[in-house]
């Protein structure tokens, strides 16, 4: 992921569902033994970027929302709920996320099902094709 | 720390016309507080006094025959002098903090882990380019790549500072040149034979950035086509490797569609529904400016972070047109770049 292709969306929703979900992850390598208290640091650093990551995002939208009321408008009045962040958007993208997280698997999926099929063929006796690394090599 | 480290480690230091920042490099290689074996300077038939500069500052220099035109090139000539155990990789451009070796070894002590890289941050933050990509670092190196090397797989062992295990990276090939990124290739080729890489980001470098747009257009545009041409090499290997397809797909995704939306999509919305839809380039500055204010606050370097903050967005705005252009040339037109230009 580099920091520099446009679009928090997509890549920051992966990064931050992923710092949000390490500490359950790591609570296996706790009961399996493997966990250290380096990499437990490093996750409860993440965890709280995290969690500071969705209170900037509602901090703001607070502020925006405050100025539009002062600036006379009736549809935003919501500035002072416990909850202002836009849930359909996030919806929309964590939709969005989940969408081509299942295509990458399916085509992983997929993948799998033709090795299967392909080791469980009996050799070909026609001509050998090149192994693709010496096509790319060519 | 020193003891154990003592005469397993050479440092390989890929060159052409360099002469301004090799000397720094190679003293802060022998500075080290674990210091290599061995400082190999490769001297890719330079056209300034590279050479004798690099040996000068106590650097091992090695000349190709003729110039191998990349700096994957030039890294396996000196590959099959090395005899140590472990290598590292260095750019001719970059420094170490002093203790940067000293903080890397330690995570090969893990034998499955054949490839550590450290954290990256410019020297020099003075131009609007460096200052983006300032902030750039700050974001993927305290966020993302720590996340990353969570769950096991940092995306990239960054080609500037990286060591390696010699016999497995002369296994996976050693730095290949069918690619423009050829950092990116090795890792993904070491995650493809079950290596495990790691983060380490205590260990810091400092590499120089480019400073105006010739040079950010060069580097940009090796980097978005070395990016495309790895997930065109390696897709298929990448299937089988969980997290790291998941990010490569959302990366790729991000690639393509989020730079369509910020290049194309906002403007017009802007012309056909309100100007107030340009909002959508900074709607995200709250999120980004958490983990880099994370950061900057630790290094105290806090105003320089907010000073640097707005040059990010003109960057990222930049990085999206090279992005687009190299999914265009290299999955439509299928017209690969295949030529190694030297920026940064």
């Known amino acids: ?138 | 720390m020193g003891q154990t480290y003592e005469n397993r480690l050479t440092a390989i230091v890929p060159a052409y016309n360099e002469a301004a920042t090799v000397t720094e490099t190679v003293r802060s290689l022998l500075e080290q507080t674990v210091a290599p074996a061995q400082v190999i300077v490769i001297d890719d038939c330079s056209t300034d006094d590279t050479a004798s500069v690099a040996e000068a500052a106590g650097a091992t220099v090695v000349r190709p025959p003729a110039n191998t035109g990349s700096k994957a090139g030039a890294q396996m000539h000196a590959l099959r002098a090395v005899d140590t155990e472990l290598v590292m990789a260095v750019d001719a451009d970059t420094t170490l903090a002093p203790d940067a070796i000293e903080k890397l070894l330690p995570a090969l002590d893990d034998p499955e882990v054949v490839a550590a890289c450290g954290f990256v941050l410019p020297r020099d933050v003075g131009s609007v380019w460096e200052r983006g990509r300032y902030v750039e670092y700050m974001l993927a190196f305290s966020f993302f790549k720590r996340i990353q090397d969570t769950f096991e797989k940092p995306l990239i062992s960054s080609g500037c500072f990286s060591v390696y295990r010699t016999a497995e990276l002369r296994e996976a090939g050693g730095w290949s040149t069918r690619t423009l990124a050829e950092d990116m290739d090795l890792t993904w080729s070491l995650y493809a034979a079950r290596h495990k890489v790691r983060f380490v980001p205590e260990a810091v470098s400092y590499p120089v950035e480019p400073h105006d747009f010739d040079f950010m257009g060069k580097q940009l545009r090796r980097w978005s086509h070395g990016f495309v041409q790895n997930v065109r090499l390696h897709w298929r290997s990448l299937l089988s490797l969980g997290y790291l397809r998941s990010m490569v797909a959302v990366a790729f995704w991000d690639a393509m569609v989020a730079s369509l939306a910020y290049l194309v999509l906002l403007p017009l919305l802007a012309i056909l529904v309100s100007p107030l839809v340009l909002v959508g380039y900074l709607i995200d500055a709250p999120v980004i400016l958490v983990p880099v204010l994370w950061q900057a606050v630790g290094r105290r370097e806090t105003l320089r972070a907010l000073a640097s903050f707005p040059s990010f967005f003109l960057l990222r705005m930049v990085n999206g047109v090279f992005m687009l252009s190299a999914v265009w040339r290299e999955m439509i037109l299928r017209r690969p770049l295949l030529v190694y230009e030297k920026g940064h």
């Open chain 1, 1 to 138: 992921m580099s920091a520099g292709i446009p679009g928090m969306g997509l890549g920051g929703l992966f990064f931050v569902l992923s710092a949000l979900l390490a500490p359950l992850l790591e609570l296996a390598r706790v009961a399996r033994g493997t966990s250290t208290p380096a990499r437990r640091r490093q996750i409860a650093r993440q965890f709280a970027i995290a969690i500071a990551m969705i209170a900037a995002v509602d901090l703001t939208l607070r502020g925006f929302l405050l100025v539009a009321a002062a600036l006379g408008s009736g549809a935003f009045s919501d500035a002072g709920g416990a909850f202002v962040l836009p849930l359909a958007p996030i919806g929309i993208t964590g939709a969005v996320l989940a969408f081509v997280l299942l295509i990458a698997k399916s085509m992983a999926v997929v993948q799998g099902l033709r090795r299967g099929t392909q080791a469980s063929r009996p050799p070909s006796s026609g001509a050998r094709r090149r192994p693709r690394a010496a096509r790319a090599e060519a």
